[in-house]
């Protein structure tokens, strides 16, 4: 693949100068630190909201520290996964649009590195700002709740982290699904209703045990299994992320055997 260190520099200070750098990071941190605060004081909201009478008659748990952990993945998987889709839809079909695409392949670079590069820093920052927010939600949580739940789940750094990790696994799995996308078609929305509709078609086919157990379907409940310390063995985890892993491959390969047919302006 020729051209692939400049192509990575130059995605890296596409990051850098455009609204990404400040969009998802952003997004992230602040999903980070309201997540435990909200956990902490739902039942105080909706004492207010209810009533204390009406707020006894509901018995509602007190709050933990593993609440906090599971609000942290619901908030990846709801607008942080939005805005990971919208990257990458826009990432090929928008250079092709203005031209830029067929300037950067005639320096010479090849059509493979041109989209591997795409997926490779996209990757990279979408990992690097969720695990920034991983350990943002953490922090929070053991100050919002004392430092309680240590242990499994919640006020354990490890198991917000391993959490993190398989949502970057799904968001792998959304941004080559994008990426394909946006190599096969001019509309960046197009690309991005494939991208989102891709994540909802997991999340249902994720209700199935059988498809959660051995599909990229799994990574989600895996993701909130280990936030809160309720995952029932390994092995649930490393199929979803092998076959995750194995689908990001081979939509990869469809994506530049797309881009190589596809006419530039």
Known sequence: MNAMLPLLRLRAREVVRTWRIWVLPVVLVFLAASGPLIARFTNEILAGALGGGELTALALPEPTAA????????????LAVFVVVIMAAGAINTEVRSGVASLLLVKPASRAAYVVSHAVVLVGFVAVAAFVGALVSWGVTRVVFG?????????????????TGLWVVLATVLITVSLLASATFDAMA???????????????????????EFTPAGLLPAAMATATGTLPDAPAIWWPVATGLGLCAVLMVVAVGVFRRRELR
């Open 190 to 212: 197009a690309a991005a209703g494939i991208g989102v509709g891709t994540f909802f078609l997991l999340a249902l086919a994720g209700v199935a045990p059988r498809l959660a």
């Open 67 to 78: 609440d906090a952990a599971a609000r942290w993945i619901t908030d990846l998987s709801q």
């Open 147 to 163: 430092g309680a739940g240590d242990g499994a789940g919640g006020g354990d750094l490890a198991a917000v982290l391993g959490a």
